[in-house]
């Protein structure tokens, strides 16, 4: 079965550490891949997206992600958290040319003052 | 203002007392769907819809219905509600297929006793 794994469940940083967050995928072909944040009682939000180009992509807030297809990874990045970067982040991912997306199941970042 | 507005928000309802839950979205979008949010198992998608009268099952569909008789609006039905069907509901919309990042609203909380 088509998936999404993201195997942080829990990430617990202090402040100016570095945070690196994974996402792993089981899809063949060509996917369009997202990371999106949901702070504490806020909807979804994006992050960042990748769809072709320079696997390297840059988001909002500092955050990066690295798309690594032999690897079916999507892993997501930022040299220096902030205590507000405390929030649930979720990895997706959608077959191109679908209109189906697979969610991963979250991790859960807690940053500490 | 560019949205996605649900309602309820908030909902406390009996096993087998039918419920909608509305979605309205002020984008123009052809692309709509519903997701559930349980912890640990991230977002499901339940139904999405890829124009008005086009609808499709996403991975969690049973006991559950939608129609899209217009583009803006995408309402979850719950002919018959049952305790598993308590969780936390999100609407998304976006312009089209995968290609495109999701828009999600603030978040239907129901519970089902």
């Known amino acids: 079965a088509q998936s999404v794994s993201q195997h942080n469940h829990h990430v617990i940083l202090s402040e100016a550490a570095s945070l690196e967050l994974g996402c792993n995928y089981s899809y063949g072909g060509t996917v369009n891949l997202f990371w999106y944040v949901q702070y504490p009682g806020q909807h979804l939000q994006l992050l960042l997206k990748?769809?072709?180009?320079?696997?390297l992509v840059k988001g909002i807030k500092g955050f990066e992600a690295e798309f690594i297809k032999s690897k079916f990874s999507f892993n997501l990045r930022k040299p220096s958290v902030q205590w507000s970067d405390t929030a649930e982040y979720f990895c997706a991912v959608g077959r191109t040319g679908t209109y189906k997306y697979i969610f991963g199941t979250g991790t859960r970042l807690k940053v500490l003052a | 203002e560019a949205q996605v507005t649900q309602n309820p928000r908030y909902l406390i309802t009996v096993t087998g007392k039918k419920l909608t839950v509305t979605c309205s979205q002020n984008m123009n979008h052809e692309y709509m769907s519903w997701y559930r949010q349980d912890p640990g198992l991230g977002l499901r998608q339940i139904y999405y819809?890829?124009?008005?009268?086009?609808?499709d099952k996403g991975d969690v569909p049973e006991g559950y219905k939608v129609s899209r008789k217009e583009k803006r609006n995408f309402p979850l039905i719950l002919e018959s509600p049952s305790p598993n069907q308590t969780s936390l509901y999100f609407c998304?919309?976006?312009?089209?297929?995968?290609?495109?990042?999701?828009?999600f609203g603030p978040g239907t909380r129901l519970t089902v006793t």
């Open positions: 990748y769809f072709s180009g320079d696997p």
């Open positions: 998304a919309s976006s312009p089209g297929t995968t290609l495109y990042e999701q828009y």
């Open positions: 819809s890829m124009n008005v009268e086009v609808t």
